[in-house]
């Protein structure tokens, strides 16, 4: 990439180049920073070098091109020429920050460098000039340990060994306990030891400084923890990260001095409260890292904690800080994370940017705004994350259930999950691999620990707030959170925590309240939510703007309501198979299997045939008339029998056959690629009985539901047809069956017959398919199966990898492969409609829960998706965001 | 359908409607009685029904509609006044044939009716008018018996049995030792026995007779047999057939009567003779039912028989027809198939038809009708089917083997084969069930037996000559057959024949050659074929006009050595992985598999280095420049470790690890679904290192062989990829590898580094593939069982019953399924050259071997097909084919 034209944005209360809207060249933080200081807000005056010097810097081999160091010059002469500080001078030194900006926030993944300029001379006049010969060395100390870490890439628990050590030896604490000297020997120590470890000097120059933090903060767009929370959240590697270069101010510099973050609402609940908390003495990463316990920033929001608020500490401040906040908020028309550093009683404000919030929160505050006149509805509906909503319909804790209270926390990310403790990231991923269910507890979380989070049910901390690095994350990615919980008493080595006399071991469960904060010992039985309120709201704004419908894919009575409940406009899949595994019904249908002939087999048929008829009445009563997709008999037959040799034993003896048959006949069904074998419509085609006894069971309890005084449209659906002829041929059967029935009954009812498209094969010739099928559903499970060639239960292996290195996207069963499969789902929709044009299609696989499948469904132009019960509210909202786009 | 204008096309001396080239609508046999009488020669007068009335026919409930019976009146009356007799007329009777005659010929399959308009009265006339009583009454009998059983529906046996008893009672054995009296004693037990079994008088109205004779023989169009033909050799339902209806000419009027069939050359080698076969006193029945051995139609091929020829018996008359068949072969300038009758030394020419051929006799003919300038190359090229070559090619009997002779018969259908006895068409289809080769052997076949011949790998028949039906429809499937081999005795209810003192019981090995006409005991070796003179010619000329390029899948040297021979052009596929099989290498694979860790698995991959490039040098001097396609390792690993608990004893012992490690390594690698699981290039993501040994091997090899001072080009192929990814990351690799090897052996040669299209996926994102992909070879085996979602081991058991019920017209493994797995072809080749307007495109799965599939591959612009070395020739002129069409 060659020069820009320009590629360097100032911003001061004179003059500020960028604006909120340019945040692909400013990232978050830049363009943020220059709309705050253009709507006079107090901000220290710095610039942002854009994104695309993050390209030219990877393009030159990681290094600023000479070009791009001299424009940095340039704006560093302007930026002490504004504020009267000059760089590297020791009277009057000008100190800055350099910190990351992506387009996207991206919390913790990137480096920051803080107190940038000082050095062996500069440290003296920062002394004199704060009258702080403390502050002076402590500021350097940090800053030196800060720079060596990030720029020079040195091993930090050396230099916290030589810290601690000091510690010790003075027999001290807290940090703040230190002199002056004691940190001028650790400075000195620090330079000793990087000299010895990696054979480098600490440099001196301001300017090399500053060449050196920009590129290591360029550089670490590329970092492990980066990577990671990109591919997790699915943001573009070639987005690049802005480095921004502020001018310092200092929250540490006395008691007068203080640093906090807030919300304008609250972010766990939504509520329209201010929300935040601040340190005195400190700086930012105090707080966010969570090594103090800081206090509430309200009186209301402190209550009866005991805690002094920044309102009683500081009412003027609080009262500008208070007026800042309504105006950023009403300016960006949306709840923002604030950051503010006040040095010696005076505000600076160093960053806003729109706030994370859990599910519930997200919900409230766009409901709210609507009726505030913020925001419309349309705006509204895109500000909540339809995935989110999975927290909220998982179970939380039983009230009723007995609980063995083990000890309480902050409430951080809510909803009530049980699981085995774990205490490092690695044993997080290891047990979950074993398919446990675990919660990561640690003192505190930092981002080395993501991979962790991400394995773990739930998060327990012992230190940090709410708005620590593990409230943050754990809000973000909607898992339960109960942080500075420090009545529990965390062992690393032995791999334990203790809380009230109890002992903890890796492995035991526990369960987290993070709606409440509490820890319980043990598995706390947990129940289904309930929805209302601000998320009722939301659903019926997305049903006012949604055209794609909602289905629900439902096998019993019990979740066809639940999904009802939910909001489901139908059943889009209701598998027969899973009825025939009731214990009361399977010896039947193996006694069809191993039936000798169709005599045998069709006597085994007729006792299955009134339990299903059974099954479809009560589901065809929930549903009321609400159109229902019932799926004819898929899988092996295989599935039916038993595996082992104990099972054959008992099962032939109940079948009344001897234990060699039916060996014999296991054997003779099994196959070597189940998937690609002997089921679905192939079943029917063997053995049409099958399915003639299903669409009579179907029919009859239609016939029912219509002597019942009510309306049905049944709607029965053939599975795994490749070719059209399967479809004509079994439709043939179905509809004689039904027409059969409705004479014997002397009934009338409308019903349809319809396939799924779960075949390349099908996809391709859906024109032809077309012209037996009322219906098409996408059964996309086996389709990315086919087309991609993958077995879902073999690729889980090798698939993470696939993942990781980016061959495909995401996981390709969890959100459509779009360009693949998509494809393939298009054409068999166009092709479909090409023949039939009323054709009505819909989706039946998980991907129909899936918000991002959801937005490919409606642009290939179906008519609904189906998805399993907890997932329809979350398909709601995302079919109305489809519509929007 | 309504009535078409007209529908009956009319033929004699004077007034001819019909024309050869109208065998839609005449069929081929009345096609060509009008072309035969247009062209002046004897014809006895008839007229066709189209084959639009066929459908009517089945539009009218299987009842001729009225407006057709009048039409056949008509033409009925015509025929009457052209013949100068009457039908049903006592003095000078009209007796007519009638007969079946489909657009493409299906010998024997539908219904023939002869000797219509004989009655009680109707007999007497005729005995006087032929002053033979003998002879009437048995024309009699015979049109009872056939009627009864054709149209009446009536048991033939049971008549059959009265017939037998009757020769019993008059201790007589051959049928013409019955006297007038005594079949007129049979035709009166023939209708009691009608009436009693039956309830129905047999029809005394000839017009009747005539009504039911046509509706029969269109009735016959949907018989079992036919549809089992038809399906055989992809004739459409829809094409019906005409009906013949023709005044009798007899060859059984006396010693100066005959009938006969004959072809203009040799239907066995091809060569120019005229070759057929008669029978004095006889209907042409008795001469293709094989009752009584033929005689010879000429003194050259009666040679040292003993049997006197039509050329001694009836000189002019073989004069006569000499004459007619020469012009009947420059008419239609091809070898024709002629039936003929002698009634009382006067000849009538009853059929003409393309005959059928051996792949022999129809090269030969094809190549020598050029030099006769009949026929032009292309139009040489179409006369043979691709598909009859592989009888050709495949092996015959070694000459020096030590053989056990059992009897010698006629060489009816050349091929050597060896398979186990069996004595019913049922029997074959059993055994061939279980997996067994299979020989028919039959006292004489009938269209009944069609399912066993299909099953069988050869037939032998103790009676009947070269033109029985054994012997013409085994000719037409490219089956070995001998037939007439009167020297052994079967016996049916033993399920046995006894030959030369052995005994061969049901399930006993036999060998036939059906060159010669011998058949051994047991088992005898056989050897490969050579080809030369017309098949050589033959191959010249179609490479002249094909366009499509044919490689061979070989992964030996042997093999390409054998492709080489039969034309190959190079190799499309080169499978690795056969190479780790062998003895030497697979415990190397086996410890690569078992390694723990990368540095042991290289140490594995180290010792197979030499032996691939060894392979790859052998082959590459082979094919001496010629391309040569390597596809890296494709199966899942499991395939290499050992299945039973003896063989994971023994290996776990050689590989020096304990045998619970070793069944671990299994267990942990089994898949619930192989093909669709961890193989292909999922491998080489997993593993790289494992292709980087491939990619050196190839490049080393190709190295010497840049050092030996030849040339080559080696194309290396990926398979299995789905994603574009896949491709890029490994294409790299092996790019890397072979520029390192290039550089290191100081040597330089160009390869191409390219990919199977295989899944569906890759097939619809072919366009991004084809950025990273010098080449494309669709596998579609993998690619047809992805599309449509169907195991080729598993789908045997429930295939057939597809392909018998019509869903798949062909098995789709066999023949490309053109519609679904054709479009994937089709859309892979076009988005791929879309991206890559260079891209070279070939297929490597079994169907580039297969012809109807190849004029598939043509239509979609690929630039090659490769197949295995045998059917390389038949790719070469089923290419060229489709360069003509």
């Not at 810097?57 to 302007?78: C, I, Q, R, T």
């Not at 650790?186 to 030891?193: G, L, N």
């Not at 327990?460 to 959170?481: D, E, F, N, P, Q």
């Not at 492969?817 to 409609?833: F, S």
Request: glycine content about 8%; hydrophobic content about 40%; proline content about 4%.
């Amino acid at each position: 990439m060659s020069q820009p034209k320009k590629f360097i944005y100032f911003f001061s209360q004179n003059e500020t180049d960028g604006r909120a809207d340019m945040k692909d060249l400013l990232g978050g933080k830049g363009a943020n920073l220059a709309e705050m200081t253009s709507m006079g807000l107090p901000v220290p005056p710095g610039f942002t070098i854009s994104t695309e010097i993050c390209h030219s810097f990877y393009e030159n081999k990681k290094s600023l091109p000479n070009w791009a160091m001299d424009g940095v010059l340039a704006n560093v002469k302007k930026l002490e020429h504004v504020i009267g500080k000059k760089f590297g001078d020791v009277k009057n030194p000008l100190l800055v920050s350099v910190r990351s900006g992506a387009r996207a926030s991206m919390p913790g993944m990137m480096d920051t460098i803080l107190n940038l300029g000082l050095n062996e001379e500069v440290v003296l006049g920062l002394a004199s000039t704060s009258g702080d010969a403390r502050f002076a060395w402590d500021s350097y100390r940090r800053f030196i340990q800060m720079y060596a870490n990030v720029v020079m890439g040195m091993n930090h628990s050396l230099l916290d060994i030589l810290f601690e050590d000091k510690k010790a030896e003075k027999g001290v604490e807290r940090d703040i306990d230190l002199t002056a000297e004691d940190l001028q020997w650790v400075v000195s120590a620090y330079k000793r030891a990087i000299r010895d470890s990696l054979g480098l000097e600490f440099p001196n120059d301001p300017i090399a400084q500053l060449k050196g933090a920009i590129e290591a903060v360029f550089s670490s767009w590329h970092n492990n923890r980066a990577i990671t929370y990109r591919r997790l959240h699915g943001i573009p590697e070639n987005w690049g990260t802005a480095v921004n270069v502020q001018a310092m101010v200092f929250g540490n510099m006395g008691m007068d001095c203080a640093t906090g973050v807030a919300f304008t609402r609250d972010p766990s609940t939504g509520e329209k409260h201010f929300f935040g908390e601040y340190l005195i003495n400190a700086q930012g990463e105090d707080v966010v890292a969570g090594l103090r316990t800081p206090h509430p920033i309200s009186k209301r929001q402190a209550g009866d904690s005991g805690l002094s608020s920044l309102e009683e500490e500081m009412p003027e401040i609080y009262k500008e800080l208070t007026e800042i906040y309504q105006k950023l908020e009403q300016h960006y028309r949306d709840m923002q994370d604030i950051e503010f550093t006040i040095e010696k009683n005076r505000l600076w404000m160093l960053q806003t940017r729109n706030g994370k919030r859990t599910a519930n929160a997200a919900i409230r505050i766009a409901m709210e705004m609507i009726d505030e006149k913020l925001i419309d509805e349309k705006t509204a509906l895109k500000r909540v994350n339809p995935a989110s909503l999975d927290q909220l319909l998982h179970p939380r804790l039983d009230p009723k259930a007995k609980k063995t209270i083990l000890a309480k926390g902050l409430p951080a990310s809510p909803g009530g999950v049980c699981g085995r403790a774990v205490f490092s990231s690695d044993d997080a991923v290891h047990w979950k691999e074993k398919g446990e269910k675990v919660i990561l507890v640690r003192i505190e979380t930092s981002p080395e620990d993501i991979e962790g989070m991400v394995a773990a049910l739930g998060i327990l901390t012992t230190r940090g707030g709410m708005t620590s690095h593990a409230a943050v994350v754990a809000r973000g990615m909607g898992k339960c959170c109960v942080a500075g919980c420090g009545d529990i008493h965390v062992d690393y080595r032995l791999k334990e925590f203790r809380a009230q006399g109890y002992v903890v071991r890796e492995g035991d469960m526990i369960t987290l309240d993070g709606s409440t904060g509490e820890v319980f010992l043990g598995e706390v039985k947990t129940i289904e939510p309930t929805l209302g309120g601000s998320f009722g709201r939301l659903m019926e704004v997305a049903d006012k703007y949604r055209k794609l419908g909602v289905r629900t894919n439902a096998d019993t009575p019990h979740d066809s309501q639940v999904a009802r409940d939910f909001g489901a406009e139908g059943i889009g899949l209701c598998r027969t198979e899973h009825m025939f595994f009731a214990t009361d019904r399977i010896d039947w249908i193996r006694k069809m299997i191993v039936a000798e002939g169709l005599n045998e087999r069709k006597q085994a048929l007729d006792h299955l045939l009134p339990m299903q008829r059974e099954d479809f009445y009560q589901i065809f009563k929930i549903m009321d008339g609400l159109p229902v997709t019932i799926r004819l008999l898929d899988p092996p037959l295989h599935e039916f029998l038993p595996h082992d040799e104990e099972e054959v034993q008992e099962i032939s003896k109940r079948l009344n056959i001897s234990s060699e048959d039916l060996r014999r006949k296991i054997k003779s069904l099994q196959e070597f690629n189940p998937m690609l074998g002997h089921r679905g419509c192939r079943l029917a085609i063997t053995y049409p009985e099958i399915y003639e006894m299903q669409a009579q069971a179907i029919a009859e309890a239609a016939a029912h539901i219509v002597k019942d005084g009510k309306k049905l449209t049944p709607e029965i659906m053939i599975p795994l047809v490749a070719v059209d002829t399967e479809l004509e041929i079994l439709r043939e059967l179905v509809v004689k069956t039904v027409e059969r029935v409705k004479k014997e009954q002397g009934v009338s009812f409308d019903y349809l017959v319809g396939t799924m498209i779960e075949l390349p094969r099908a996809a391709v010739t859906a024109d032809e398919i077309a012209k037996h099928a009322d219906f098409f559903s996408f059964g996309t499970n086996d389709l990315t199966q086919t087309a991609l060639g993958l077995s879902r239960d073999d690729s889980a292996k090798f698939l993470k990898t696939y993942v990781s290195e980016g061959i495909y996207e995401t996981d390709p069963f969890m959100s459509i492969d779009v360009k693949g499969v998509g494809a393939l789902v298009k054409m068999g929709v166009d092709l479909g409609r090409q023949s039939r044009t009323n054709l009505k299609v819909g989706i039946c696989g998980e991907h129909g829960g899936d918000p991002a499948s959801i937005l490919f469904f409606a642009k290939a132009g179906l008519d609904y998706v189906s998805c399993s019960p907890f997932r329809v509210p979350i398909a709601r909202l995302a079919a109305a965001q489809a519509a929007l786009n």
